[in-house]
Protein backbone atom coordinates (compact mmCIF):
# COMPACT_ATOMS: atom_id res chain seq x y z
CA UNK A 1 0.00 0.00 0.00
CA UNK A 2 0.61 3.75 -0.06
CA UNK A 3 3.18 4.74 2.56
CA UNK A 4 5.45 8.00 3.33
CA UNK A 5 8.35 7.07 5.74
CA UNK A 6 10.54 10.11 7.32
CA UNK A 7 13.52 10.77 9.55
CA UNK A 8 12.61 9.93 13.14
CA UNK A 9 12.86 12.96 15.17
CA UNK A 10 13.51 15.49 17.55
CA UNK A 11 16.29 17.03 15.21
CA UNK A 12 17.69 20.14 16.92
CA UNK A 13 19.85 23.22 15.21
CA UNK A 14 20.91 26.20 16.27
CA UNK A 15 19.38 29.00 14.37
CA UNK A 16 21.28 29.65 10.80
CA UNK A 17 21.88 26.27 10.30
CA UNK A 18 21.00 24.45 7.42
CA UNK A 19 18.05 22.17 7.51
CA UNK A 20 17.07 18.87 5.85
CA UNK A 21 14.61 16.26 6.89
CA UNK A 22 14.08 13.20 4.97
CA UNK A 23 11.11 11.29 3.55
CA UNK A 24 10.89 8.60 1.24
CA UNK A 25 7.42 7.25 -0.33
CA UNK A 26 6.11 4.28 -1.58
CA UNK A 27 3.29 4.60 -3.97
CA UNK A 28 1.78 3.22 -6.93
CA UNK A 29 1.06 5.85 -10.18
CA UNK A 30 2.50 9.51 -10.02
CA UNK A 31 1.45 11.10 -6.67
CA UNK A 32 1.27 14.37 -5.75
CA UNK A 33 3.76 14.96 -2.22
CA UNK A 34 3.37 17.81 0.49
CA UNK A 35 5.19 18.82 3.51
CA UNK A 36 2.86 20.25 6.16
CA UNK A 37 3.60 22.27 9.34
CA UNK A 38 2.17 21.99 12.83
CA UNK A 39 3.14 25.30 14.88
CA UNK A 40 2.60 24.36 18.80
CA UNK A 41 -1.16 24.19 19.95
CA UNK A 42 -1.96 24.77 16.54
CA UNK A 43 -3.87 22.19 13.35
CA UNK A 44 -1.27 21.51 10.32
CA UNK A 45 -1.08 23.93 7.25
CA UNK A 46 0.28 23.11 3.67
CA UNK A 47 3.61 24.55 3.58
CA UNK A 48 4.54 23.39 0.03
CA UNK A 49 3.88 20.82 -2.83
CA UNK A 50 5.21 19.29 -5.70
CA UNK A 51 2.83 17.57 -8.29
CA UNK A 52 4.91 16.03 -11.04
CA UNK A 53 8.53 14.70 -11.11
CA UNK A 54 11.22 17.06 -10.93
CA UNK A 55 8.97 19.72 -9.27
CA UNK A 56 10.35 21.73 -6.63
CA UNK A 57 8.02 23.20 -4.28
CA UNK A 58 9.02 26.33 -2.21
CA UNK A 59 7.98 28.53 0.23
CA UNK A 60 9.09 30.75 3.76
CA UNK A 61 12.77 29.57 2.28
CA UNK A 62 11.72 26.30 2.62
CA UNK A 63 12.13 23.81 -0.78
CA UNK A 64 11.54 20.00 -1.70
CA UNK A 65 12.15 18.71 -5.16
CA UNK A 66 9.92 15.27 -6.13
CA UNK A 67 12.41 13.14 -7.30
CA UNK A 68 10.96 10.17 -8.90
CA UNK A 69 14.46 7.92 -9.45
CA UNK A 70 14.35 8.00 -5.59
CA UNK A 71 11.21 8.38 -4.62
CA UNK A 72 12.04 10.98 -2.11
CA UNK A 73 11.14 14.52 -1.19
CA UNK A 74 13.28 16.18 1.15
CA UNK A 75 12.76 19.20 3.10
CA UNK A 76 15.24 21.57 3.30
CA UNK A 77 16.22 25.39 4.46
CA UNK A 78 19.31 26.95 4.30
CA UNK A 79 18.98 29.21 7.37
CA UNK A 80 16.90 28.23 10.26
CA UNK A 81 15.10 30.43 12.69
CA UNK A 82 13.88 29.89 15.94
CA UNK A 83 10.07 30.40 14.69
CA UNK A 84 10.34 27.60 12.80
CA UNK A 85 10.09 25.53 15.51
CA UNK A 86 7.32 22.60 14.78
CA UNK A 87 6.60 19.18 13.46
CA UNK A 88 6.99 19.03 9.93
CA UNK A 89 4.94 16.30 8.26
CA UNK A 90 5.19 14.93 4.87
CA UNK A 91 2.59 13.37 2.63
CA UNK A 92 1.10 12.52 -0.56
CA UNK A 93 -1.85 11.22 -2.67
CA UNK A 94 -1.74 8.54 -4.72
CA UNK A 95 -3.24 9.37 -7.91
CA UNK A 96 -5.73 6.93 -7.99
CA UNK A 97 -7.18 7.53 -4.47
CA UNK A 98 -8.44 10.91 -2.74
CA UNK A 99 -7.08 10.78 0.25
CA UNK A 100 -4.09 12.40 1.67
CA UNK A 101 -1.94 9.83 3.72
CA UNK A 102 0.70 11.53 6.55
CA UNK A 103 4.19 10.47 7.53
CA UNK A 104 4.81 10.12 11.43
CA UNK A 105 5.88 13.35 11.80
CA UNK A 106 9.87 15.43 12.72
CA UNK A 107 9.55 17.71 15.30
CA UNK A 108 12.30 20.48 15.09
CA UNK A 109 13.66 22.55 18.14
CA UNK A 110 15.91 25.37 16.66
CA UNK A 111 17.94 26.71 19.83
CA UNK A 112 18.72 30.77 19.28
CA UNK B 1 -12.30 35.17 10.77
CA UNK B 2 -11.42 31.39 11.86
CA UNK B 3 -11.50 29.22 8.72
CA UNK B 4 -11.85 25.67 10.30
CA UNK B 5 -13.40 25.96 14.02
CA UNK B 6 -13.80 23.14 16.46
CA UNK B 7 -15.14 22.67 19.95
CA UNK B 8 -14.55 22.09 22.16
CA UNK B 9 -10.14 22.62 22.89
CA UNK B 10 -9.91 20.30 25.56
CA UNK B 11 -12.16 17.30 26.34
CA UNK B 12 -11.39 15.32 29.77
CA UNK B 13 -14.35 12.80 30.72
CA UNK B 14 -14.36 9.01 31.98
CA UNK B 15 -14.78 5.65 30.33
CA UNK B 16 -17.90 4.35 29.46
CA UNK B 17 -19.33 7.91 28.27
CA UNK B 18 -20.13 9.86 25.07
CA UNK B 19 -19.45 12.44 24.13
CA UNK B 20 -19.69 14.97 20.81
CA UNK B 21 -16.73 17.41 18.70
CA UNK B 22 -18.40 19.77 16.90
CA UNK B 23 -16.36 21.68 13.39
CA UNK B 24 -17.71 24.02 11.09
CA UNK B 25 -15.59 25.67 8.53
CA UNK B 26 -16.42 28.56 6.42
CA UNK B 27 -14.21 28.60 3.57
CA UNK B 28 -16.72 27.15 1.16
CA UNK B 29 -15.28 23.78 0.80
CA UNK B 30 -16.75 21.54 -0.20
CA UNK B 31 -15.16 18.47 1.69
CA UNK B 32 -14.91 18.06 5.45
CA UNK B 33 -12.68 15.12 7.63
CA UNK B 34 -11.88 13.60 10.92
CA UNK B 35 -8.19 12.78 12.01
CA UNK B 36 -6.53 11.17 14.97
CA UNK B 37 -3.07 12.16 16.11
CA UNK B 38 -1.92 9.98 19.06
CA UNK B 39 1.16 10.26 21.39
CA UNK B 40 3.38 9.81 19.11
CA UNK B 41 2.19 12.71 16.59
CA UNK B 42 1.05 9.90 14.01
CA UNK B 43 -1.73 11.81 11.75
CA UNK B 44 -4.16 8.91 10.60
CA UNK B 45 -7.64 9.78 8.73
CA UNK B 46 -10.90 8.69 10.12
CA UNK B 47 -13.85 9.99 8.15
CA UNK B 48 -14.42 12.25 4.84
CA UNK B 49 -17.55 13.79 3.99
CA UNK B 50 -18.18 15.42 0.41
CA UNK B 51 -21.05 17.49 0.64
CA UNK B 52 -22.67 15.93 3.37
CA UNK B 53 -22.06 12.41 1.92
CA UNK B 54 -19.09 9.88 3.44
CA UNK B 55 -17.25 9.00 1.12
CA UNK B 56 -14.34 7.59 3.03
CA UNK B 57 -14.87 5.70 6.05
CA UNK B 58 -11.23 4.01 7.51
CA UNK B 59 -11.29 1.02 10.08
CA UNK B 60 -12.90 3.22 12.59
CA UNK B 61 -15.06 1.53 16.03
CA UNK B 62 -18.47 2.02 15.02
CA UNK B 63 -18.58 4.05 18.28
CA UNK B 64 -17.75 6.60 16.24
CA UNK B 65 -20.43 8.41 14.45
CA UNK B 66 -19.35 11.29 12.20
CA UNK B 67 -22.64 13.29 11.50
CA UNK B 68 -22.58 16.19 8.89
CA UNK B 69 -26.08 18.24 8.92
CA UNK B 70 -25.01 20.61 6.17
CA UNK B 71 -21.52 20.41 3.90
CA UNK B 72 -20.13 23.23 6.19
CA UNK B 73 -20.56 21.31 9.57
CA UNK B 74 -19.32 17.67 10.27
CA UNK B 75 -19.62 16.62 14.11
CA UNK B 76 -17.84 13.70 15.69
CA UNK B 77 -19.72 11.24 18.28
CA UNK B 78 -18.11 9.11 20.14
CA UNK B 79 -19.88 6.29 22.09
CA UNK B 80 -18.52 4.35 25.39
CA UNK B 81 -16.02 6.02 25.50
CA UNK B 82 -12.33 4.07 25.98
CA UNK B 83 -8.94 4.43 27.22
CA UNK B 84 -7.72 4.09 23.78
CA UNK B 85 -9.67 7.21 22.70
CA UNK B 86 -6.98 9.28 24.29
CA UNK B 87 -6.06 11.63 21.50
CA UNK B 88 -6.08 15.12 19.86
CA UNK B 89 -8.67 15.27 17.19
CA UNK B 90 -8.32 17.68 13.92
CA UNK B 91 -10.86 18.61 11.79
CA UNK B 92 -10.05 19.43 8.50
CA UNK B 93 -11.68 21.20 4.94
CA UNK B 94 -10.76 21.19 1.43
CA UNK B 95 -12.30 22.55 -1.76
CA UNK B 96 -13.05 19.13 -3.30
CA UNK B 97 -12.45 15.45 -2.31
CA UNK B 98 -9.69 15.03 -5.16
CA UNK B 99 -6.97 15.45 -2.58
CA UNK B 100 -5.30 17.65 -4.98
CA UNK B 101 -6.58 20.48 -2.76
CA UNK B 102 -4.91 21.48 0.30
CA UNK B 103 -6.37 21.01 3.73
CA UNK B 104 -7.19 22.97 5.92
CA UNK B 105 -6.98 21.53 9.61
CA UNK B 106 -8.70 23.26 12.84
CA UNK B 107 -6.81 23.62 15.99
CA UNK B 108 -7.19 20.09 17.97
CA UNK B 109 -9.28 19.02 20.00
CA UNK B 110 -7.47 17.24 22.97
CA UNK B 111 -9.82 14.60 24.42
CA UNK B 112 -8.44 12.73 27.65
CA UNK B 113 -10.35 9.83 28.97
CA UNK B 114 -9.69 8.76 32.29
Known amino acids: GNSVTQMEGPVTLSEEAFLTINCTYT??????LFWYVQYPGEGLQLLLKATKADDKGSNKGFEATYRKETTSFHLEKGSVQVSDSAVYFCALKDSSASKIIFGSGTRLSIRP | DTAVSQTPKYLVTQMGNDKSIKCEQN?????MYWYKQDSKKFLKIMFS???????INETVPNRFSPKSPDKAHLNLHINSLELGDSAVYFC?????????????FGNGTRLTVT
Open chain 2, 49 to 55: YNNKELI
Open chain 2, 27 to 31: LGHDT
Open chain 1, 27 to 32: ATGYPS
Open chain 2, 92 to 104: ASSQDGTGNSPLH
